[in-house]
């Protein structure tokens, strides 16, 4: 999970989604990128699993299928 003392990306991610979904016991309707789920998404300029900080620049939101933001550029 920690390496120097940081924790990696894909953890945090997966505490974000995967593991938030299932602790809120919404698990089997949203909190994955599956068919049947709640299309819940979120596009960043960059690959946050390389760097963290794309998560503060988001462009995209998507929630139940509704798109709520859509930052032209």
Do not use: C, E, W
Not at 15 to 38: E, F, I, N, S
Request: aromatic share 2%; glycine share 8%.
């Amino acid at each position: 999970m920690a390496v120097g003392g940081k924790i990696k990306a894909i953890d945090i991610l997966r505490a974000m989604t995967t593991d938030a979904a299932r602790l809120l016991d919404v698990d089997k309707v949203r909190g994955q990128l599956k068919v049947g789920l709640a299309a819940d998404l979120i596009a960043v300029p960059g690959n946050p699993l390389i760097d963290i900080t794309a998560l503060q620049k988001v462009s995209f939101v998507m929630k139940d299928g509704t798109v709520y933001r859509h930052d032209s550029h």
